[in-house]
């Protein structure tokens, strides 16, 4: 076994898994390495951009090219065949456009879409990006992440509309409400006047990996129908993380349409 490789892969989860950035003393005490060896560990990791150092405090942390494997991974899981059966059902109940997304950095990306028999012109396209803190799906996946990386979002918040939210504290609050409830809400906050509703797509290790939503026009989006909209989103989400091998669960088409 090359010890070599598995000291590399312990310093990569172990930067993934910190709070904070840390330091090459940190790391190697935390390791029982020896600190020449784990320089020259960071060091290659550094030249393949796989962590980052800040020059200035010579700190090191995860960088974004664990997103982007971990977006291939997804591909490879097939997340979109998983999802679009139960995407079909749910706009063909509810007549609004349905979306799956995975999460890049600090934004939402768009990796299937289906739209309703009135969809809202332009309002997402599959590949298409937005920052997490503007739409539903983006908001689900940003309350299951760490507080280090809440917070990160909280301090580059811009606004895109007057409902958009561009103040740290109330989105924090906003986190803890949507990890009580388990469901978010978006009231306009990326294009005024559309409205969105999303829940939380996990895999087998239980981590949130995607989220499935809907949108549409706000007059067809109030506060009863939002509710039954989550319901049935809370069921289809928990159906495609049991086909992804976590959890426990399955659509009932039958059971849910009496909502409508």
Known sequence: MNNTLIKGIQI???????????????????????KSNVHRLLHALV???YIIKDERTGEYSAS????????????????????EKWMDSLTQLTSESSHLSVIDNMQVVYVHKIDSSSPIRAYTQIGGRVPLYCVATGKIMLAYQ????????????????????TNPKKLLLEVEKIRKQGYAV?????????????????????????????????NR???QKIKEF??????????????LGGGNGHLNLQRITHLW
Request: charged share 20%.
């Open 146 to 165: 760490s507080d280090v990386f809440i917070e990160r979002v909280s301090k580059n918040l811009e606004q895109h509309t007057p409902n958009t939210i």
């Open 186 to 218: 978006n009231k306009g906050e990326w294009r005024e006047g559309v409205y969105g509703v999303a829940t939380p797509i996990s895999d087998g290790s239980g981590n949130v990996i995607a989220a499935i939503g809907l949108s549409g026009p706000a």
């Open 12 to 34: 990569l989860e172990m930067l993934c898994h910190s709070d904070r950035p840390l330091r090459l003393t940190d790391i190697a005490n935390e390791l029982g390495l020896m």
């Open 47 to 49: 030249a393949q951009n």
């Open 221 to 223: 989006f109030k506060p």
């Open 64 to 83: 974004i090219k664990l997103w982007e494997l971990g977006s291939a991974v997804l591909s490879k899981l097939d997340l979109r065949k998983y999802s």
């Open 230 to 243: 989550a319901q049935l989103l809370t069921q289809a989400s928990s159906a495609i993380t049991f086909a």
